[in-house]
T-cell receptor, first 111, second 115 residues
Framework: QQQVKQSPQSLIVQKGGISIINCAYE??????FPWYQQFPGKGPALLIA?????SEKKEGRFTISFNKSAKQFSLHIMDSQPGDSATYFC??????????FGTGTRLKVLA | DAGITQSPRHKVTETGTPVTLRCHQT?????MYWYRQDPGHGLRLIHY???????DKGEVSDGYSVSRSKTEDFLLTLESATSSQTSVYFC??????????????FGEGSRLTVL
């Protein structure tokens, strides 16, 4: 299966709270799992990425948790800020260029 | 920001007319992609290219064709536009090697409305 299932579709979080977005996949050939952030009217931009030999990766307030056995990975945004309000896409890649994207999560952080 | 320019950025056209979207990059990356973004579907790959004159179909290629005659340009053509092709189209590029990890860089998008 080539799908990447992303949830929730939308998320509202208070400023300072933790935002959590989840993704699940089936294809064990996927070997690279990026998260993209997209602001209105802009193209998606790489936020953070992980490979399956690592269970967690942290960059500032953003953390990816990866569970290889469950075929799931998630994005945690700590101390969420209004400037984090955007649409987030998870993705999975097999080979050098075949990316499959999740359906996106629209995050709104309330001030 | 990666040097990716999409044109036009906005276009309104009528059903049955041909439409060409252009993606121009200044990064000399081998791989170029066309995605469409629709609510509830995320980003879906239409076509991709792995070099000049080397292209292949993605998951939603019906009704679209592409051409790449130069490294820097990747054209997406709708031969006869339909209302179902109303969407936002994104071009992306990537490269692999010692200095590149295959990360996708996206353009700013082209919003197409087919009436």
């Amino acid at each position: 299966q080539q799908q990447v299932k992303q949830s929730p579709q939308s998320l509202i979080v208070q400023k300072g709270g933790i935002s959590i977005i989840n993704c699940a996949y089936e294809n064990t050939a996927f070997d690279y799992f990026p998260w993209y952030q997209q602001f209105p009217g802009k193209g998606p931009a790489l936020l953070i990425a992980i490979r399956p030999d690592v269970s967690e990766k942290k960059e500032g307030r953003f953390t990816i948790s990866f569970n290889k056995s469950a075929k799931q990975f998630s994005l945690h945004i700590m101390d969420s800020q209004p400037g984090d309000s955007a649409t987030y896409f998870c993705a999975a890649r097999s080979g050098t260029y075949k990316y499959i994207f999740g359906t996106g999560t629209r995050l709104k952080v309330l001030a | 920001d990666a040097g990716i320019t999409q044109s036009p950025r906005h276009k309104v056209t009528e059903t049955g007319t041909p439409v060409t979207l252009r993606c121009h990059q200044t990064e000399n990356h081998r791989y170029m992609y066309w995605y469409r973004q629709d609510p509830g579907h995320g980003l879906r790959l239409i076509h991709y290219s792995y070099g000049v004159k080397d292209t292949d179909k993605g998951e939603v290629s019906d009704g679209y064709s592409v051409s790449r005659s130069k490294t820097e340009d990747f054209l997406l053509t709708l031969e006869s536009a339909t209302s179902s092709q109303t969407s936002v189209y994104f071009c992306a590029i990537s490269e692999f090697g010692t200095a590149n990890t295959g990360e996708l860089f996206f353009g700013e998008g082209s919003r197409l409305t087919v009436l």
